[in-house]
């Protein structure tokens, strides 16, 4: 029998990376909120790679961080061995990874979540969503037991109906031999929700003893270790290695002869896969010439021998992937802890959604993370993060937050979800940003704190010492520009770090700007000189040298703001519009975009399209004055 | 869409006219017209809606054209904005130069029905005609869509393409490199980016040499015929004009005069420039004369030189006799002319002697044979929609930027060639993110 066991502000259906960060937040402003999950045990799982950040990974690390999310400090706090990527490469793409004590990871979460104030967490599998006229009234869970509500996020992952492609064996199941979600999707189906099937896949898991790690090249982590949170102050632990080996014509050979026994070949895989998380034997068809493919070694945590193998993710037979495996340098005796398996998964069409990640259709029900089509734990957390904070505003009758193109990563990972589409799994990348030279790692609090802060979700500590970095940055930056060296004096300070000599005085500002004069180093002849913290003066040395740049993609933005705050009338009928061509005509009345500028990113409206829709729309202001 | 830019075009439409209208709408139209335009007055004094006679002057405060100007104040015009309307000689080259100058002064090339969506969105236009500029709107963008389509299909449009794919490719490279760090194998660096940006710089720049030739077909091949005072010239071009319909423009110098005579030879548009006697002079006024037939020269596709067969052999003479395409050696009746053989070494020599027509269908020959020659080259690969060079000028600017940096960030770098890449989208309608992401699965192996 049926019966009501509580009443709540919001409820989070699924406690992954989404969930977590969307339970939090909701909480943390105050909403009375209930967490569900299908296993206490296995909140915050990693069931891929035990890593987070990575290239615009870490960017969105950064951003979750500005905005008061949790993923950065947790991070930090579960680490065990970290780099900063692409120092070569330039600032704006400099990205923060870091290996992660997976189980760890999960138990700090686990029990932050556990002393949250205002926040419930409950292991059961929500099976149907209640609405009363379209707007999302309660959650019943598979012991008949009624949650009522006033909103629920969906983050549930890759459970819903999930199925398990080993070689020719498949079976139900979620990751990490979890059970899946079955009912919930058909239930949203049979109300009108567009379901995708997506698919992707995750490598064997090995035992540590049972690897000659001689064979291979150690990888070892930067010192010192650069934190995710701009609240960590240091972290100083002993860092694990990962190991790198190779693929061999051998290691080729087993998958060519066996081709036919894998499901992505012979057809039994329908959903969509990734095409940057390629399987070894994707790869070794698709780029046939290739001799080799790289493998890293990660270890899955500090209490473990267990450890994950970056690169062979496969859905080929269990025996075919042991051969694999044996005929890689250094694995020749690998005892096998878990098989590399495909999943397949029910997940949502993005363009239901509206930019705040509610449904269109169904008022107060949102999706966060897999479920909407995207991959990887930093997305889902960003995204997770936003539900939850728009989710908090829309109860308390105030504006959303929407984070545009221009102002972060976040931004850009839901515009293009919501807008675009998406037909694998999306994942985050540096070159889906126009202004990736204003998205950096390092700046992404002085993007984001202020909306963190005025959200509740920033303390008033952190947003003083916010605040005073900015004063620092400024008062230094104008300096520099205004401080004028004598050229003797500059010449003398040139040679010495091999930079060309000037004729006339040179201000600080400009010498700072020569690649090979760091804020650091100009300590030397800046009487003034002012020591800061490591964050700040990378600020300071990185917003003189590409001031350049900056300014160029600043004039790019404005362009870009301008058809954005553009908003086109919600009520507007498209199908109706004369003179725009039927594609466009549908896929605007489906997307419903906000602004103009979000209709011309949308594939298949043409720019003479939103020309004409322009002509429309200034016709129907006239009318109404 | 939502543009405050201000936009030039050509109004009148394309083809041989006797005068061209150059339209510029917009916030700067004043400010870029003042920089361009001299007359007897002060720009800011000219009245709105009064014709005012002055002359366009470009950078090096070299005579483009003598024109009319139109100044008119927002809000009583076309779209409201301020317009200046330029009144120009049609047809040759001269439209082509003036716009290019209002280009580099800030002007942004019109869209197509541009200038009627402005009238509308500034209300100048009224509700019940709203349809009519939408179809207007479309009608034009069909049309320019069928042009770009037909260039785009000859050879032109498939190596816009194929350079434009290969940014495509160096970017997805950089994108790679930085997207995937592991993967060194898969990485490029600076210095092979330079490269690569080189050999694109190269094709791109061919694009642009054949832009001229390209032009000739459309617009007539421009002859500048010159040399020593009485040696024959005008004959020639009586003799060439004679039995075609010309058009004769006088467009007065300051001393000399150029005289600029069209005509039509086999079909094909030919423009002839009848220029002053090439001396040398201490005469201040007449060097100016002799400065602009120079000038002249440099800019022609063929120049003509016509000296009397009993010319004195002189350091001048041989000067002369280098610049030209083709030398006609004059009035072979009274003297042999053997004298310049030795001089003339490989150039095409045509001896005439004009008053008595003999040579003058030699002479039409050798620029037929030309221009064939040029139609060959100009199926091959040629650019000849204005608006198509300025987006390859751009895209030029911007990798040379990429081939001058200083930086030591890969990163960088895509900036400007991105630039590079939007500039050669706006030409094929593609766009240019989507490509990249697309271009990184399909040609590199990432990804765990």
């Known amino acids: 029998m049926e019966y009501v066991a509580g009443k709540y502000d919001a409820i989070v259906i699924g406690a992954g990376h989404a969930g977590c960060e969307a339970a939090l937040s909701l909480a943390r402003l105050q909403k009375k909120t209930i967490l569900f999950t299908l296993n206490n045990d296995f909140i915050a799982n990693m069931p891929c790679n035990p890593s987070i950040g990575g290239t615009a990974k870490g960017h969105l690390v950064r951003e979750i961080d500005a905005l008061g999310g949790q993923m950065g400090k947790s991070a930090d706090q579960t680490l065990i061995q970290s780099k900063m990527l692409n120092l070569a490469k330039g600032p704006a793409v400099y990205s923060l990874r870091a290996q992660i004590d997976r189980r760890k990871y999960q138990q700090e979460l686990k029990h932050i979540l556990e002393k949250q104030e205002n926040l419930e967490v409950r292991q059961a599998e929500v099976t149907d969503i209640l609405f009363e006229n379209n707007k999302v009234c309660g959650v019943k869970t598979n012991t008949n037991a009624i949650y009522e509500c006033k909103c629920a996020i969906i983050c549930t992952g890759t459970y819903l109906k999930g199925r398990i492609i080993i070689g020719e064996i498949s079976y139900e199941g979620g990751p990490d031999g979890l059970f899946p979600a079955n009912r919930l999707s058909e239930s949203l189906k049979s109300i009108g929700v567009e379901i995708m099937r997506f698919k992707t896949g995750t490598p064997s898991r090995v035992n540590k003893r049972s690897l000659d790690f001689s064979k291979m090249e150690e990888q070892k982590g930067d010192t010192p270790i650069v934190p995710f949170s701009f609240e960590t102050e240091k972290i100083d632990i002993n860092q694990i290695s990962c190991y790198l080996t190779y693929t061999n014509e051998k290691t080729h050979q087993i998958i060519n002869e066996n081709l036919h026994r894998s499901p992505l070949f012979s057809g039994d895989i329908k959903g969509t896969g990734p095409r940057y998380c390629p399987s070894i034997e994707d790869k070794v068809v698709r780029f046939k010439d290739k001799e080799r493919h790289q493998l890293f070694i990660e270890p899955m945590g500090l209490d473990t021998e267990e450890m994950y193998v970056q690169g062979m993710s496969s859905s080929l037979p269990e025996e075919v992937q042991d051969k694999m495996l044996k005929s890689v340098k250094g694995l020749e005796n690998v005892s ?67 984070l545009d193109r221009s102002e972060a990563y976040i931004g850009v990972l839901i515009d293009d979800l919501v807008t675009k589409g998406t037909n694998e799994p999306y994942r985050m990348m540096t070159s889906r940003s126009e202004y990736r030279l204003l998205l950096r790692q390092d700046n992404a609090d002085m993007r984001l704190t202020e909306y963190g802060y005025q959200l509740g979700l920033i303390s008033q500590e952190r947003y003083d010492r916010f605040n005073e970095k900015m004063r620092n940055i400024e008062e230094q930056l104008i300096r520099l520009k205004k401080t004028v060296v004598s050229p003797k004096k500059a010449n003398q300070f040139l040679a010495k770090y091999g930079s060309t000599e000037v004729i006339s005085g040179i201000t600080l500002d400009a010498l700072l700007k020569r690649p090979e004069i760091t804020y650091q180093s100009l300590k030397e002849i800046d009487e003034d000189h002012v020591a800061l913290d490591l964050f700040t003066e990378e600020e300071i040395e990185i917003s003189s040298k590409y001031e350049g740049y900056m300014e160029r993609q600043k004039k790019q933005v404005k362009q870009y703001k301008k058809l954005e705050n553009y908003l086109l009338p919600e009520e507007t009928d498209y199908s109706a519009l004369q003179g725009i061509s039927m594609e466009a005509r549908q896929k605007l009345q489906k997307i419903r975009p906000v602004s103009l500028g979000q209709a011309s990113r949308i594939s298949g409206v043409s720019p003479a399209d939103i020309n004409v829709l322009l002509i429309h729309l200034d016709q129907k202001k006239r009318e109404n004055r | 869409m939502i543009k405050s830019n201000t936009i030039a075009a050509v109004s009148t439409p394309p083809g041989r006219g006797g005068i061209a209208v150059i339209r510029i709408s917009g916030a700067k139209a004043f400010h870029i017209a003042r920089e361009v335009f001299t007359c007897s007055q002060n720009f ?15 950078e090096n405060n070299k005579l483009i054209d003598q024109v009319l100007l139109l100044k008119m104040k927002s809000p009583r015009t076309y779209t409201r904005e301020d317009i200046i309307e330029i009144h120009c000689h049609g047809g040759s080259e001269v439209t082509k130069k003036i716009l290019n100058l209002l280009f ?10 541009e200038f009627t969506k402005r009238a509308f969105l500034n209300g100048r236009i009224d509700l019940s005609q709203a349809e009519a500029v939408m179809d207007l709107i479309n009608s034009e963008t069909s049309k320019s869509e069928q042009a770009a389509i037909l260039q785009l299909e000859g050879k032109a449009g498939k190596e816009i393409k194929k350079i434009r794919k290969e940014i495509v490719d160096l970017l997805s490279h950089i994108s790679v490199t930085i997207d995937y760090p592991e993967y060194e194998d898969d990485a490029i660096n600076i210095r092979e980016t330079k490269i690569k940006t080189k050999a694109i710089m190269k094709e791109l720049e061919k694009l642009t040499e054949n832009f001229e030739t390209g032009l000739i077909l459309r617009e007539g091949l421009n002859i500048v015929i010159y040399g020593p005072p009485n040696a024959g010239k005008s004959t020639l071009i009586n003799k060439l004009a004679g039995e075609e319909k010309a058009i004769v423009t006088h467009i007065p110098g300051t001393t000399r005069d150029i005289i600029e005579v069209h005509l039509n030879m086999k079909g094909y548009p030919v423009n002839l420039y009848d220029t002053a006697g090439i001396r040398n002079t201490d005469d201040l006024i007449e060097n100016i004369g002799i400065e602009k037939t120079k000038n002249a020269i440099k800019n022609a596709s063929l120049s003509i030189l016509v000296i009397d067969a009993a010319e004195k052999d002189t350091d001048e003479i041989r000067t002369l006799i280098n610049q030209a395409s083709v030398i006609v050696i004059n009035k072979t009746d009274l003297d042999s002319g053997n004298k310049f053989n030795e001089v003339l070494g490989e150039k095409d020599v045509i001896r005439t002697s004009l008053i008595n027509s003999i040579g003058v269908e030699e002479i039409e020959k050798y620029i037929i044979d030309y221009l064939e020659k040029g139609k060959v080259e100009i199926t091959e690969i040629t650019l000849t929609n204005q608006r198509h060079k300025r987006h390859v000028d751009l895209a030029l600017e911007a990798l040379q930027k990429v081939i001058e940096e200083n930086e030591q960030f890969l990163d960088l770098f895509a900036v400007d060639l991105t630039e590079a890449l939007e500039q050669l989208s706006c030409i094929t309608g593609e766009s240019a993110g989507e490509d990249i992401i697309e271009n990184i699965f399909k040609n590199f192996c990432v990804g765990k």
């Open chain 1, 336 to 402: 096998v802890m878990r098989s590399a398996y495909a999943i397949e998964y029910d997940c949502f069409d993005p363009l239901q959604l509206k930019k705040t990640l509610e449904f269109k259709n169904f008022e107060g029900l949102y999706s966060a993370g897999q479920s909407n089509g995207s991959s990887g734990y930093e997305e889902a957390a960003a995204q997770g993060l936003m539900a939850g904070i728009n989710a908090s505003l829309k109860l308390d009758h105030k504006e959303p937050l929407i």
């Open chain 2, 44 to 58: 800011d004094e000219i009245i709105s809606h009064q014709m005012t006679y002055g002359k366009i002057i470009d």
């Open chain 2, 104 to 113: 580099k002064k800030g002007a942004a090339p019109a869209e197509p029905g």
